[in-house]
């Protein structure tokens, strides 16, 4: 299997499928594209031996994609034309910066056969080596050995790249691949094998580690060197073997001190199929006193002359993000699936691998038929109270239908007290719905919340709606649990009679931000920012959000999405659902003016509206027919009039603003109370008189005549929840207000 990098050597150095090649530097050679003589395509490159002895030609020098610190692999496919003894083949991979002086170089020597010819007799040199600092340029050179003049070598389909290292490896490329040698492998234990060079791989590259038993029972196979671990560090080993058997096979990673001597060991066992590739992978954590570790390959033979083939080895730190409460196998179940408990499915270990999965293996959630299916993790994991933490996972659905299909989803955080019991229930954020026709589709589930008083554990979980949808199953990996900031918070202010969302989520190129709130209806509303609602409003983070609208006592949730400056959309929040805001007294309303929300106010009702619907028609009479004929509208809005009481001097006076302002109203009474969820109006006459019809007395009763109108359009004038104490409170004095506000409005809203 060639290797999994691009080639960084053009056609005319590798292939050499055109009419002249790009070698140089030929010592005691010439060289010529010719036909008829390849390994793949038409063509390949001849080299000439001038006289008897050694001949040698390079590479061309590659410069463009050269980075000191990468690892890169070298393959030189020969043909061997003449059968003799004494032939050698050598390929030196050497680096250069600008100038023509060496700054590293590394060789690999292969004996060629004496007695064939041919392409596939031959053992063709591999090198592979690190690029040294100061490196910007990189060549091969060939070097022959042992032959005649006029001897001729055949070269083709020659690779020079990157390596494909697993990413986080201890080990070299030389180890994961065996693709130089083996010279870094050798055989130990209370039995031996024989380690041999095999052809074949895995993954990437052409050749193997091949063990063949001795003995029956455990073969041994490790690594001649120790890789530096971190004590207390989770680290992962993995490898892939073959075997021709069916049997057994485990994985060690054997911890050591500093004197190299064994302070502990994980073991992973597994049953290998016969004929086919088995994958191992351990995940451990190195013991407080160990320095360094080594991999081990123990597959257990059933015959002498069983063999096994071994690669793609790494033995790596934990690819799991640096700040994850949660183990490696908890975030990824690479090593063994960590115990959940699920109702409405089961759960399973299965392998799966893709570009937006972990490792190779994840949850899979088989449904037991339709309906919703929860998993929540049995290990509650320790947090801080106060503190705000995220929770992250992915979740993939199987569709084998061709037909667009829902996967519906959704994470949640229960908090627990260190005996085990619950303090208190998550109201989880919205679930999320994606529609898709194709085979595996996903989506990223996310929510933040903050660890309760007297909380100090966690249990996390998954919620999946298998209702509306044809998923055959449901794949779960790589979940995250962490310390972080608030992507949002609700405030409820039931004084205030309004909402506070607090968005501190701040996504990678947006623009402009969109805030919806979802009513219990379904009914669907862009809210109010500064000057404008939030319908992709200029965003800056963090953004404070008020809603003075929001249906007193009723269920809602927010639906905020993010736009970058084209347009598309680059992350979106479904918020959890709330309980709108509430007035303990029933015999109240509000009266709020949606653009001046610092001109609300609460004031009783004296009886309940009295309305008015005009008819919109006329009636004609026509000649010849006896009954007019109607031409109608719809019929007009209710008309009416309200009586209120107010029975202290401030709200009076508040009350008397909000009129003088001429602007529409919005009415809000508690449901029940006869004037269901929000009424928009627009004042007309009103009159005014004290209840008691005594001066000194407070008390007053206002008669208004009103319309009922349509919600209307705009954003909001200033704050009803802000106060002078908040500006106080997060700046040194008037000059960090001068400096950070660029208005008033600024002042008003914290808009910066």
């Not at 055949?154 to 490896?169: F, K, M, R, S, T």
């Not at 994606?434 to 660890?451: H, I, N």
């Not at 969302?501 to 805030?515: E, N, R, Y």
Request: with cysteine; net charge negative; proline share 5%.
């Amino acid at each position: 299997m060639a290797f999994a990098n691009p080639n960084l050597l053009p056609v005319d150095a590798s292939t050499f499928e055109g009419t002249a090649h790009a070698w140089i530097d030929p010592v005691n050679a010439t060289l010529a594209v010719v036909t008829n003589t390849f390994l793949s395509g038409a063509k390949s490159l001849r080299l000439t031996a001038t006289a008897a002895g050694t001949m040698s030609a390079s590479t061309p020098y590659v410069t463009s994609t050269v980075q000191a610190g990468k690892t890169y692999v070298s393959r030189v496919p020969l043909r061997v034309n003449t059968a003799s003894a004494g032939k050698t083949a050598t390929a030196r991979m050497a680096f250069y910066g600008d100038g023509s002086t060496v700054l590293g170089s590394t060789d690999v020597v292969v004996n060629l056969h004496a007695t064939s010819t041919g392409w596939v007799t031959n053992n063709f040199p591999t090198v592979s080596m690190v690029a040294p600092a100061g490196a910007t340029r990189v060549r091969v050179i060939l070097t022959i050995t042992g032959l005649a003049a006029g001897e001729i070598i055949n070269v083709d389909d020659v690779y020079l790249g990157e390596a494909p290292v697993i990413p986080g490896n201890l080990y070299p490329y030389t180890v994961q691949s065996m693709e130089t040698g083996v010279s870094d492998w050798v055989s130990s234990g209370s039995t031996y094998a024989t380690l041999t060079w095999g052809s074949g791989t895995r993954s990437d590259g052409y050749r193997c580690l091949g063990i063949t038993a001795n003995t029956v029972g455990f073969q041994y196979a490790r690594t001649v060197n120790q890789v530096p671990v971190t004590p207390g560090k989770e680290y992962v080993g993995e490898f892939w073997l073959y075997s021709a058997v069916a049997t057994s096979v485990d994985l060690l990673i054997l911890w050591s001190d500093a004197s190299g001597a064994e302070v502990g060991r994980l073991t992973v066992s597994r049953p290998a199929s016969g004929g086919a590739w088995a994958y191992l992978v351990g995940v451990g954590t190195a013991p407080s006193n160990a320095t360094q570790a080594r991999l081990w390959c123990r597959p257990t033979s059933t015959a002498v002359g069983d063999t096994f083939y071994l690669d793609e080895v790494a033995l790596k730190p934990s690819p799991s993000p640096a700040n994850n409460l949660l183990t490696y196998d908890e975030y990824s179940t690479e090593s063994t699936l960590p115990p959940w408990t699920w109702s409405g499915g089961t759960n399973e270990r299965s392998y799966f691998t893709s570009n937006l999965t972990d490792g190779k293996y994840v949850h899979r959630i088989n449904p037991d038929g339709p309906g919703v299916i929860t998993g929540t993790m049995d290990r509650l994991v320790p947090v801080t109270e106060g503190e705000t933490y995220q929770l992250r996972t992915l979740v993939l659905h199987r569709n084998n239908t061709g037909q667009v299909t829902n996967l519906t989803a959704r994470v949640h955080i229960d908090w627990y007290a260190e005996d085990g019991t619950m303090v208190q229930a998550d109201s989880p954020d919205q679930y999320v719905t994606v529609s898709s026709a194709d085979q595996y589709y996903g989506v990223l589930l996310g929510e933040t919340r903050t660890c309760p008083k007297g909380a100090t554990r966690a249990r996390l979980g998954v919620d999946i709606d298998h209702r509306n949808t044809v998923a055959e199953y449901y794949l779960l990996d790589k979940f995250e649990f962490f310390a972080s900031d608030s992507l949002y918070s609700i405030t409820v202010s039931d004084d205030k009679g309004s909402v506070v969302l607090q968005i501190g989520h701040s996504p990678a190129g947006a623009a402009t931000l969109s805030i919806q709130r979802v009513d219990e209806d379904g009914s669907i509303t862009f809210i109010r920012g500064y000057g404008q609602e939030y319908n992709r409003a200029p965003f800056a983070a963090p953004t404070l959000a008020e809603d003075h609208e929001v249906p007193l006592g009723s269920r809602v949730w927010y639906l905020l999405e993010w736009f970058n400056a084209s347009g598309s959309m680059v992350s979106r929040i479904l918020t959890q659902t709330i309980t709108g805001p509430v007035l303990g007294d029933g015999d109240y309303v509000w009266f709020k003016s949606p653009g001046l929300p610092a001109l609300n106010v609460t004031v009783m009702m004296e009886d309940a509206p009295t309305w008015e619907r005009a008819a919109r028609k006329t009636s004609l009479a026509i000649v010849g027919r006896r009954n007019p004929v109607d031409i109608s509208d719809v019929r007009g809005g209710r008309t009416g009039s309200l009586s209120v009481l107010v029975w202290d001097e401030s709200s009076n006076t508040m009350f008397d603003q909000l009129l003088d302002s001429g602007l529409p109203v919005l009415i809000q009474a508690m449901p029940g109370y006869g004037i269901p969820g929000n009424l928009y109006l627009s004042i007309n006459d009103v009159s005014a008189a004290n209840v008691l019809g005594v001066a000194n007395e407070e008390g007053w009763r206002w008669t208004l005549a009103v319309n009922e109108i349509d919600r209307p359009e705009g954003g909001l004038q200033g704050s009803a929840t802000r106060t002078w104490q908040d500006v106080m409170d997060s700046n040194a004095d008037w000059a960090a207000v001068d400096a950070k506000y660029p208005s008033w409005a600024g002042v008003l809203t914290n808009n910066i």
